[in-house]
């Protein structure tokens, strides 16, 4: 399969905390890209990260890409309740544009 | 707002039956996808066109199909449904195909097969 699979399944943290959550993927890719998902809504484009690109910020977002370990992560820093939702990576690679999600990382922050 | 406009928001019908759901793409998206996710099998890439035409197929059952019509509006039809095709539709749409490509989601279409 093609899809990133996000690490831990779940994590729950107090709010002011950080968060980390990983994915790895199988595939060569050209960008991976982290969204996230309310219960029950539609996704969320957080960052893209292309992969002659190690890492990025974006407000309270940090994404790395490893693509010798096929991996990345996204750092949530000073959490916040409403940062409550799950997180998916998606891997875009050679073939056309579509993305393969991963399984979801479930994030709660407990005020 | 992403900009995808999904309709109908939620669906129940019975097995057997056959149900289409519509997507609008953001102005000026070439490209729209659909996605099921369900409780299971997770977010699922199921059919990606790009201007009007097919250009890639993920894991979508011989009982649906989509299109996208020349003002690129998408459907998807589900026939035959059968209990497991309960989930939720997304719909999603981008500028164009090729790499490093935002895709914006719809609300998605909740689809109860009872």
């Known amino acids: 399969s093609q899809q990133g699979e996000e690490d831990p399944q779940a994590l729950s943290i107090q709010e002011g905390e950080n968060a980390t959550m990983n994915c790895s993927y199988k595939?060569?890719?050209?960008?991976l890209q982290w969204y996230r998902q309310n219960s029950g809504r539609g996704l969320v484009h957080l960052i893209l990260i292309r992969s002659n690109e190690r890492e990025k910020h974006s407000g309270r977002l940090r994404v790395t890409l490893d693509t010798s370990k096929k991996s990345s992560s996204l750092l949530i820093t000073a959490s916040r309740a409403a940062d409550t939702a799950s997180y998916f990576c998606a891997t875009g690679w050679n073939t056309g544009n579509q993305f393969y999600f991963g399984t979801g990382t479930s994030l709660t922050v407990i005020p | 707002d992403s900009g995808v406009t999904q309709t109908p928001k939620h669906l129940i019908t019975a097995t057997g039956q056959r149900v289409t759901l519509r997507c609008s793409p953001r102005?000026?998206?070439?490209?729209v996808y659909w996605y099921q996710q369900s409780l299971d099998q997770g977010l699922q890439f199921l059919i990606q066109y790009y201007n009007g035409e097919e250009r890639a197929k993920g894991n979508i059952l011989e009982r649906f199909s989509a299109q996208q019509f020349p003002d690129l509006h998408s459907e998807l039809n589900l026939s035959s449904l059968e209990l497991g095709d309960s989930a939720l539709y997304f719909c999603?749409?981008?500028?164009?195909?090729?790499?490093?490509?935002?895709?914006?989601f719809g609300e998605g279409s909740w689809l109860t097969v009872v």
């Open positions: 999603a749409s981008s500028a164009r195909t090729g790499l490093g490509n935002t895709i914006y």
């Open positions: 595939t060569s890719i050209n960008n």
């Open positions: 102005s000026g998206d070439l490209s």
